[in-house]
């Protein structure tokens, strides 16, 4: 009996000797053979776990994570982007918020650091043209003078060099009924408010805090806010003010009581800026 006889294997040998293999369809060359044992090699390499070191600074084990590592990982991301996130819409807390946008928010933010913390101005509800803001201002006034414009409700600070600070104010019934020139006699940080007698006698309930009384103690719901600038002609008080005041929603109106008012934050720039003594304008004279 013949040795290959009831012998698969043989057979298989005997039929491949004689050149009846069935054809592969991808040919198997000597460049294809070398990949392949790579690939193989590669896939025998052991698995590195994916624990950060103590370090964390992006080393997994020791080792730096390669090439490989972080084009899986993009690609799950996509994966799981393509499987829904994209259709989510963007959360507006999240979005980027313009540079002046910024600017003004730090501008307007909380000053918890004084004497009663001043909360934050709602931006939403004053208009952005009477935000603080250096612009051009030519004008013959000198440095360091206060211009109150009563028709566009703004308050310019004159600096060097044609610019000026711009702020926006309210003005009541007084802001409108005096114009001139003056000073600023003298001014205060949180200071009391005294309504004068025309007020008490249109407003009974504000007797509380009358000159006999001792006025309304300073705070944060005090009508002449954070600060206060007095305005004087010569020696004599000529009972204005330019004032803070906690509505800041009333910047850039015509308002029923008081002088001119300012964002709190703004007043408290202001006052920082101007000595005793500097000149006043109000009125619309004096703005070209």
Request: aromatic share 10%.
């Amino acid at each position: 009996m013949s040795t290959n006889e009831n012998n698969p294997e043989s057979e298989r040998t005997a039929s491949e000797g004689q050149g009846n293999r069935i054809p592969s369809p991808w040919p198997v060359t000597k460049a294809r053979a070398v990949r392949f044992s790579s690939s193989v090699a590669k896939q025998a390499k052991p698995r590195q776990s994916f624990i950060k070191s103590e370090n964390d600074t992006g080393v997994w084990n020791g080792r730096a994570l390669n090439r490989r590592h972080w084009l899986t990982g993009a690609v799950s991301l996509a994966g799981l982007a393509l499987a829904g996130c994209v259709t989510k819409a963007p959360d507006p807390e999240k979005q980027s918020v313009p540079e002046s946008d910024l600017s003004h928010a730090l501008m307007y933010g909380p000053k918890p650091g004084k004497r009663f913390p001043v909360p934050a101005v709602d931006l939403k509800r004053v208009p952005a043209k009477f935000y603080r803001r250096q612009v051009d201002y030519p004008t013959s006034e000198r440095v360091g003078t206060i211009i109150i414009d009563t028709d566009r409700f703004f308050l310019y600070l004159v600096l060097a060099g044609g610019k000026a600070l711009r702020y926006g104010v309210g003005l009541g019934r007084a802001g409108f009924d005096w114009s001139g020139r003056a000073r600023v006699g003298w001014k205060q940080e949180w200071p009391k408010w005294t309504p004068p007698d025309e007020m008490i006698a249109r407003q009974p309930e504000l007797a509380k805090w009358s000159a006999r009384n001792g006025g309304m103690p300073p705070g944060l719901d005090n009508p002449l806010g954070a600060r206060a600038l007095y305005i004087f002609q010569g020696n004599v008080d000529t009972l204005y003010r330019i004032h803070g005041s906690p509505e800041y929603w009333t910047i850039g109106k015509a308002v029923s009581s008081g002088c001119v008012r300012m964002m709190n934050q703004d007043v408290i720039d202001l006052y920082g800026r101007v000595p005793a003594g500097s000149p006043i304008v109000v009125g619309t004279q004096a703005i070209a």
